[in-house]
């Protein structure tokens, strides 16, 4: 669990050790980490063309078509954690359809696990709108994020190694990956 102030800290010392690849966004009391808007993820190719090993780890296989992804980690005020956000859309704007989410971004590897979690109808990935947009969006749901991270002992470290460890967890389940270089860059930095 963090608390406010260890979340806000943490995602100013997670912007500056990405490098340029996350941006805070908000005021202090609702700061959120934003990807920068274009981080594109080509379609699926058709089922016939994607090997096994694709599927498996869950990389996307080339298309035609582009979609747009924004990922977003915001502070939940009620389960004192941070929550992944994302909302991804078509080239012509069009937002990605609860099925598409599922084909196109969420590894096959967690399919069964998102959809068999008893958070929501739909699973653990849920729809609803952004606390700090007002738009839909869709988000992991965070209400057992802190026994997860307190199995794998981050509840040890300081907020900064917390949220980066919880993005390493949490990113692939939404095509969000979290940079070998944040990764190396994060055991250097100061937490304050």
């Not at 608390?3 to 995602?11: G, M, N, P, Q, T």
């Not at 990389?59 to 992804?69: A, R």
């Amino acid at each position: 669990m963090l608390s406010r102030e260890e979340f806000d800290k943490a995602a100013e010392s997670l912007v500056i050790a990405s490098k340029e690849d996350w941006t805070l966004v908000g005021q202090p009391k609702k700061s959120s980490i934003i990807l920068p808007n274009g981080d594109e993820v080509n379609e699926a190719q058709e089922e016939d063309e994607v090997n096994e090993e694709d599927e498996a780890c869950g990389k996307l296989g080339l298309s035609q078509k582009v979609l747009t992804m924004e990922h977003h980690v915001v502070y939940s005020a009620t389960y004192c954690v941070p929550v992944l956000y994302f909302m991804g859309y078509h080239a012509d704007g069009v937002p990605l359809s609860f099925e598409e989410v599922y084909d196109w971004v969420v590894p096959k590897c967690y399919h069964s696990n998102l959809r068999l979690a008893h958070t929501s109808v739909q699973g653990s990935l849920s729809q609803t709108d952004h606390p700090h947009l007002g738009m839909p969006a869709w988000f992991l749901h965070p209400c057992d994020t802190s026994s997860l991270m307190a199995t794998v002992g981050a509840e040890k470290l300081q907020p900064t190694g917390y949220l980066i460890s919880w993005l390493s967890i949490m990113g692939p389940v939404l095509s969000c990956s979290v940079s070998t270089d944040l990764l190396l860059n994060s055991v250097t930095l100061k937490a304050y």
